[in-house]
């Protein structure tokens, strides 16, 4: 295969049948048509690709991102990793493997040719029409007696499942999950609350068959021995294991005013709780207590469907702590442009009813409000109990569970996901963090650990959340920023903001201004973000490459 760099310029694209292999063979552009470190989706056929030249190498990959489908070419190009410009999932270039998540699967990587001054793409038509390339694994084998088992049906577990058997892992793997359903994309679940669980899935049985996983639902951890190696379930029924990954995430925060047990009043973490609250909710009074992402994706979710929508919160403004005054003010506005009222700065006092349903809710200012069906969104717990007293774990102060970069807790235990308080490089030091991308990608340095081939924890947090159509898109830590500084404005809904600590800048939010996002988290991970100081003397900074 040759390569060759080149210069900017446009080119046509013609293309044939490829006798040798029965594929496509296209002429997708000329030498010089892109710069190095430039990409552009290029026609192959009735279908498309990403080409790319980097570090002076031409390759091509499929053009959608394997998460949702977005378009590659509009993301983040950095050190041969093309970045998602919507959930910052990336993938190698030259591979087209996936190296950050979300997302399970790997993208088709179709050959390049350089013909004279042509670039020529070659291509199967079955890798032009999937823009999905399920990752090569192995399967179980009966000589292999080890046993892996994964606690669990999250994205850490089967990330962590899914990277046994890609790196070779021929034991026996059993998957556990609280839930009855398999493992789903759970954070569609706040955004569409009458999805099923088939709907949602991340795989079907039919993967979990072909490469050797067993999966049960329905398994509720209650205990583990470490000196036996053997974890205990509610239903009485117990597990040895070689080694095993928790992954186990949390429990809703309860509500402990008086009446919260009336009906009426849901919270939301599973399919049948989304279930239950889309079933209720047409015309009713909805109160959502919560004005945080869960909360206010719910209140933005049902708003059409209720006759009324009310968040009550205890801060002053949404989001004021995590995104900023200035960006929860816009937020808080796109929600009342909407219809949906708000109670800020104020807590419940007592949740009121009648005949054993929720009526009302009495806040702590004095004011009452109608309410015939109440979501509470007041965070998450972490489910680790099951671990308390066992020999070597340590837990942080609000109860995750501490581990090294393999997500190693003690011996044998791994813990991963929203449970695992972990080393974060880009940080340098531990954090808890409950980010969906994160879970998948501590669910791989699991699998990595078990394996004893442990890698660095290169990865930059990425979060996403969507209300009213609108996206908001958020990489690094931002927590303990003393500044914020924004390009754009938060009250049109279109903004570049960077949150300084000292002399850096540790993360970065944006809304209408893709890929921004993405591209700062290339630079978070590269060490190339502009320092704090750039970015208060020009805040345009936020907008370059």
Not at 152 to 166: F, K
Not at 291 to 314: C, D, H, N, P, Y
Not at 318 to 329: E, N, Q, R, Y
Not at 456 to 482: C, E, I, N
Request: glycine fraction near 12%; include cysteine; aromatic fraction near 6%.
């Amino acid at each position: 295969m040759g390569q060759s760099q080149g210069k900017p310029g446009a080119s046509a694209a013609s293309s044939a049948a490829s006798p040798a292999s029965g594929g496509i063979e296209a002429v997708v552009a000329k030498v010089g048509d892109l710069k190095d470190g430039e990409m552009k989706e290029v026609e192959v056929g009735s279908g498309k690709a990403l080409l790319v030249l980097s570090n002076g190498e031409y390759s091509a990959i499929g053009h959608k991102c394997s998460h949702y489908g977005a378009p590659l070419a509009k993301g983040s190009l950095c050190n041969n990793t093309v970045r998602c410009p919507w959930h910052g999932a990336c993938f190698n270039v030259k591979t087209g493997d996936i190296e950050d998540f979300p997302g399970l699967d790997s993208v088709p990587k179709f050959g390049v040719r350089v013909d004279g001054e042509d670039i020529v793409v070659i291509a199967e038509q079955g890798a032009l029409d999937n823009f999905r390339r399920t990752t090569d694994m192995v399967c179980r084998k009966g000589d292999d007696e080890r046993v892996f088992v994964i606690v669990g049906g999250g994205g850490a577990g089967i990330s962590c499942a899914e990277t046994l058997r890609q790196q070779g892992f021929t034991g026996r793997i059993l998957m556990f999950s609280r839930e009855d359903c398999l493992p789903y994309d759970r954070p569609k679940l706040s955004k569409s609350l009458s999805s099923t669980a088939e709907a949602l899935v991340l795989r079907k049985q039919e993967f979990f068959d072909e490469h050797s996983i067993e999966f049960a639902g329905g398994k509720e951890v209650v205990s583990v021995d470490a000196a036996a190696k053997e974890v205990m379930f509610a239903d009485g029924a117990s597990q040895k294991y070689d080694r095993v990954l928790f992954a186990t995430g949390g429990d809703p925060r309860m509500c402990s005013c008086p009446g919260a047990g009336l009906a009426g009043i849901h919270y939301l973490r599973t399919v049948p709780d989304g279930n239950k609250i889309a079933a209720e909710v047409e015309g009713k009074n909805l109160v959502v207590v919560g004005s945080s992402f869960i909360g206010m994706e719910v209140a933005a979710g049902l708003q059409s469907k209720a006759a009324s929508v009310t968040v009550v919160g205890r801060s002053d403004v949404p989001f004021a702590v995590s995104l900023g005054k200035d960006i929860g003010l816009g937020l808080k506005k796109m929600h009342e442009d909407k219809g949906v009222k708000f109670h800020l700065g104020t807590t419940v006092k007592e949740f009121k009813g009648e005949n054993g349903r929720v009526t009302t809710l009495e806040l702590d200012n004095g004011e009452v409000v109608a309410a015939d069906l109440v979501v509470c969104g007041l965070g998450v717990t972490p489910t680790t109990s099951y671990l308390d007293g066992v020999d070597g774990i340590e837990f942080s102060a609000q109860k995750s569970v501490v581990v090294d970069s393999a997500m190693r807790a003690s011996g044998d235990i791994f813990v991963a996901g929203d449970i695992a308080h972990f080393p974060l490089p880009l940080l340098e030091c531990n954090v808890t963090i409950g980010h969906w991308q994160l879970a998948a990608r501590l669910g791989r340095a699991a699998a990595m650990g078990m394996l004893e081939k442990s890698t660095a924890l290169d990865t930059v947090p990425f979060f996403w959340t969507q209300m009213f159509g609108k996206s908001l898109r958020y990489a690094g830590y931002g927590q303990g920023h003393d500044d914020i500084i924004i390009e754009g404005s938060p009250a049109e809904l279109k903004f570049a903001a960077a949150y300084l600590k000292g002399d850096k800048v540790i993360a970065v939010a944006a809304m209408g201004m893709d890929p921004i996002v993405s591209r700062a988290a290339d630079h978070l991970l590269a060490g190339t973000m502009p320092s704090a100081a750039d970015v208060r003397a020009n805040p345009k900074a936020l907008l370059s490459n």
